[in-house]
Structure formats: C-alpha cells, structure tokens
C-alpha cells in the first residue's frame, strides 16, 4: 500500500512554456502533499505544502506565482511551472502523508525530471 | 545553510559486512529522524526512524543511533547484501505537528558483492 504516482516521469519544454506535474496517491486519501526539488549530487528541498482545499504554504525563496500547486481533491496535487526557464530544469518529486498517518511519514513519488530548452 | 548534512558522498562496503552512515545536525529543535532510501529515478522509500527521547531503534539488519549530545545520528546496515546499494537521505523535523523534512545531501552506498 501507499503508492504515490507521478506523471510525466520526465518532460522536455522549451523556455517560456508552462508545465504541470501531477501527484496522485493511489490507494490512500492524503490529507498534506509535498513538493520537492533535487538538483544533482544535492539534498532534496522543500518547496511547499498543500493541504487539500486549501492554499499551498511555500518556503522562503520559492515564487508562488511561478510554481503554482493545485490540491483539489484528497488523492491529486499538481505542480504547474509557468514560464519555465532552463534554471528550472531539475527532478521534482512530491509526497502525501496519509489521513491519520503518522505526522512524520511521507510517502514519496518517484520523481519528475523536468528539460528546459 | 545546510542544516542536516552527510559528510560522507560515498562508501563502499563489501557485501556481509556492516555499513555505517552517518549524518550531523546543527539545529536544537529537531526531535524526529530519518532515514530514506533512494534508487536512481525513483522516489525516496522510508527506511527507519528515531526520536529524540530514544538513542537506539532497530529494525531487523537496520539499527539507528542518535547521540543528541554530539548532534549526530548513524544507520547500521549489517549484513550488508547486494541490494542495500543505493543513496541514503537522513532527514529531521522539528516540534510535533511541523510536517516539514529537513534532508541532508545524501551518501551512495555501494555493496561490493
């Protein structure tokens, strides 16, 4: 159990377009979802989290208006980078925690490696 | 500011003897640890964990020590097998309730059969 799903597993899109990665949990109902960014050789980093039905909270330095997150329903969060630039280009991966799950765990997507051109 | 960090890119480690990885701290508050396990192109998977009023969990060839003193946490891996290679990320969080994950840079263990 508690599989989280990502899709595109990576994506290519010229600069100035915009992209949007989706999470899905698929056999849980999760409460908080996370975005993170890796860049190579370096840790992941926290980019936000969203509670379903509500605004996504964003950590100091990351643009809201340019990583916009969605978490409309309990199994769907989307990330949606508009105007992308190839600084932008790294793995993106999100997590959920399940409702009523430990507050620590986060069960992790396999990732998003996002190209831009 | 790196505020959880493994000193430690990478360690090999022949196969049936014991890994150890280590990972340092800076932060007071963190109360809760970590440690994921991450393969190439895949998510990070939830290994074992420990809280700061424990100095020791285990969980079958898997052993976790805190030392909250000296800020420093450690991951047994004992016997190590083949399949054990992979990047490992410790993580922390602060106070209960803070869902937030701190992770450090991560260290590739290498199992040499």
């Known amino acids: 159990g508690a599989v989280v799903s990502q899709h595109p597993s990576w994506v290519i899109c010229k600069s100035g377009t915009s992209v949007k990665i989706e999470c899905r949990s698929l056999?849980?109902?999760?409460?908080?979802m996370f975005w993170y960014r890796q860049f190579p050789k370096q840790s992941l980093m926290l980019m936000a989290t969203?509670?379903?039905?509500?605004?996504?909270?964003?950590e100091q330095g990351v643009e809201k208006d340019k990583f916009l997150i969605n978490h409309a329903s309990l199994t769907l969060s989307t990330l949606t980078v508009t105007s992308a630039h190839p600084e932008d280009s790294s793995f993106y991966i999100c997590?959920?925690?399940?409702?009523?799950?430990?507050?620590?765990?986060?069960?992790f997507g396999p990732g998003t490696r996002l190209t831009v051109t | 500011d790196q505020q959880v960090k493994q000193n430690s890119p990478s360690l090999s480690v022949q196969e049936g003897r014991i890994s150890i990885l280590n990972c340092d701290y800076t932060?007071?508050?963190?109360?809760?640890f970590l440690w994921y396990k991450k393969y190439p192109a895949e998510g990070p998977t939830f290994l074992i964990s420990?809280?700061?009023?424990?100095d020791k969990n285990e969980d079958g060839r898997f052993t976790v020590f805190l030392n909250k003193s000296a800020k420093h946490l450690s991951l047994h891996i004992v016997p190590s097998q083949p399949g054990d290679s992979a990047v490992y990320f410790c993580?922390?969080?602060?106070?209960?309730?803070?869902?937030?994950?701190?992770f450090g840079t991560g260290t590739r263990l290498t199992i040499i059969p």
């Open positions: 997590s959920a925690r399940e409702r009523g799950g430990h507050t620590y765990e986060q069960y």
């Open positions: 056999d849980f109902q999760a409460t908080t």
């Open positions: 969203s509670n379903e039905g509500s605004k996504a909270t964003y």
């Open positions: 932060n007071s508050m963190f109360d809760y």
């Open positions: 420990i809280s700061s009023i424990k």
């Open positions: 993580a922390a969080s602060a106070q209960v309730g803070n869902e937030k994950l701190t």
